[in-house]
């Protein structure tokens, strides 16, 4: 794991050693092709192949492994910055590993990330991301952009291509240079900039509710519930999202955390208040 | 002394790397080169080899680099070093827009020249790079003109006017008796081609002279006008004799 993510940990921390040997080993062997680098990969003839039939749920239900998968999480940037809100259920198959799963990680006071698809992975090379703008702080006395950091998770997850990392994670923050901006990221590599995204198992759900309500001038409170609405529009009808909903909103001064909202009682309040979910019996 | 000279990867014992100080020796042979900053520009001047006869002037390479639109790299020394650490220069700076979606700060361009003039000091079989640097340039977004220095040890510092290279101790000693604060753009030039006449007597001919200013501007000056300012200087130079002259009779 390490060697790969060496290559991402900064341009000057490379090995003294590699840089001479590369010196020397140039002259020895004449033209070096650096267009084909060589990873670390497992003794299989086919790894993706291989993950694919122990791991994946879809195409085999009845594999031993399950990683812990299934989530909304949605991001918007509107007049007054960015709404964020993402749900806290983990499946394992059929069985819900978890409803008080932290989906977004707080990499700095001007930085979140949001996490979807395998849960270990996102937990994993998200914390791994802060680091690396920990660092960046720290060499370059500046704090990182958000275009930098979340190239930093994409250029990583790229590496790892078809290795069966599942992630589905947007980057979002305030700098001065670009403003309010989010940025997703996903294990096949994808880098988007964009206004407005939902990903998770349950993102069309949101998307419905998200985009007949959204409008660039809506006030904080009623983007917040916007957030809220959509999340748990999607927990009703996907099975594999749930638990509670987790709201921030990104300002020019940061990120404010505005609560965790458990969806088995904010349902009924919701019911009741927009006279929605007639379906259900109250 | 001697026994403790001839590896790199060895201290004297009273605390000298000696290969290191050689390298600046290297240095000193260089031609000069000058730095200047202004208050909206910095001016980089060097001091070019009298051509000989046979070799071809318009397409020999020049000692101020360009190693991205908005930094300039001029060097002493050694220059087939110099050639190398030019182009692992350039190659950072575009792994830097590649990778963090921007332009590199002059300071962290200087950060990086230096880490790799350090590691040269710091290995067994290879020997450190024979260059100082002067690197100028803005950051992007920025008015405020930035002036480094590397050396061979990998040291770098900032610095409002220097020079490097043959006689650049009488070249910084005329810089700071002459060096104001906010300059304008003309009497920034004026000052680099000044302190190069110090050490370059033969004129224009053998100099060379780029301006930066903020957003991208890079201007190269040709001999022609490299040879009004040191006609300017001249003929202020002779004013000034002719002034210290009068009052003896």
């Known amino acids: 794991m390490n060697t790969i993510a060496n290559k991402f940990t900064h341009a000057n921390s490379s090995s003294v050693l590699n840089e001479i040997n590369a010196v020397q080993s140039e002259f020895a062997s004449g033209h070096q092709l650096e267009l084909a680098p060589s990873i670390q990969v497992p003794p299989i003839s086919q790894p993706t192949d291989f993950l694919r039939a122990h791991t994946d749920d879809a195409s085999n239900p009845d594999c031993k492994i399950k990683i812990a998968h299934g989530t909304t999480t949605l991001a918007f940037r509107f007049k007054e910055g960015i709404v964020v809100a993402v749900d806290s259920r983990a499946t394992a198959g059929n069985w819900i590993a978890s409803q008080t799963v932290n989906k977004v990680i707080r990499i700095n006071p001007f930085l979140l990330g949001t996490m979807a698809g395998g849960a270990a992975d996102c937990q994993y090379w998200e914390t791994w991301l802060g680091t690396q703008c920990r660092l960046h702080e720290l060499r370059e006395k500046e704090r990182i952009s958000v275009a930098a950091a979340s190239k930093i998770l994409g250029n990583l997850v790229y590496e790892y291509k078809g290795m069966g990392l599942s992630m589905g994670t947007m980057v979002c923050g305030y700098t001065k240079k670009e403003g309010p901006t989010i940025y997703y990221v996903d294990s096949d590599g994808t880098r988007l900039k964009g206004d407005i995204f939902c990903v998770g198992s349950g993102q069309t759900f949101a998307y419905g509710v998200l985009d007949s309500e959204y409008k660039w001038d809506l006030t904080v409170e009623e983007a917040l519930y916007l957030g809220k609405r959509s999340i748990l529009a999607a927990t009703h009808r996907d099975a594999y999202s749930g638990g509670s909903i987790n709201l921030y909103h990104v300002t020019e001064t940061g990120w404010v955390y505005h609560g965790n909202h458990n969806v088995g009682d904010i349902f009924w309040d919701i019911k009741e208040k927009e006279q929605s979910f007639n379906n259900v019996d109250g | ?249």
Request: aromatic share 6%; with cysteine; hydrophobic share 35%.
């Open chain 2, 1 to 249: 002394m001697s026994g403790y000279d001839s590896a790199l990867s060895i201290f004297s014992p009273d605390g000298h790397v000696f290969q290191v100080e050689y390298a600046s020796e290297a240095v000193k042979r260089g031609t000069c080169a000058v730095g200047v900053k202004g208050k909206e520009s910095v001016v980089l001047g060097c001091e070019k080899r009298t051509t000989l006869k046979l070799q071809d002037p318009r397409i020999t390479p020049s000692k101020i680099c360009k190693i991205d639109n908005h930094a300039l790299l001029a060097f002493a020394g050694l220059n087939a070093d110099a050639r190398i650490l030019v182009d692992k220069a350039r190659v950072e700076a575009q792994s830097h827009r590649l990778t963090l979606e921007d332009a590199v700060s002059i300071e962290y361009l200087t950060k990086y020249v230096a880490g790799v003039q350090q590691k040269y000091t710091q290995s067994g079989g290879v020997r450190p790079f024979g260059i100082a640097t002067i690197i100028a340039g803005f950051d992007s977004n920025d008015t405020v003109p930035r002036l480094y220095q590397t050396e061979p040890s990998g040291v770098y510092n900032a610095w409002k006017a220097h020079a490097i290279g043959r006689s650049s101790k009488t070249v910084r000693e005329f810089l700071e008796k002459h060096y104001e604060e906010d300059l304008s753009d003309e009497q920034t030039i004026k000052l680099t081609i000044k302190s190069l006449l110090e050490v370059v007597q033969t004129g224009a001919k053998n100099i060379e002279v780029s301006v930066l200013k903020a957003g991208n501007v890079i201007q190269k000056l040709s001999v022609d006008e490299i040879k009004k300012y040191v006609d300017e200087i001249e003929a202020e130079k002779a004013a000034e004799a002719e002034k210290k002259k009068k009052p003896r009779d």
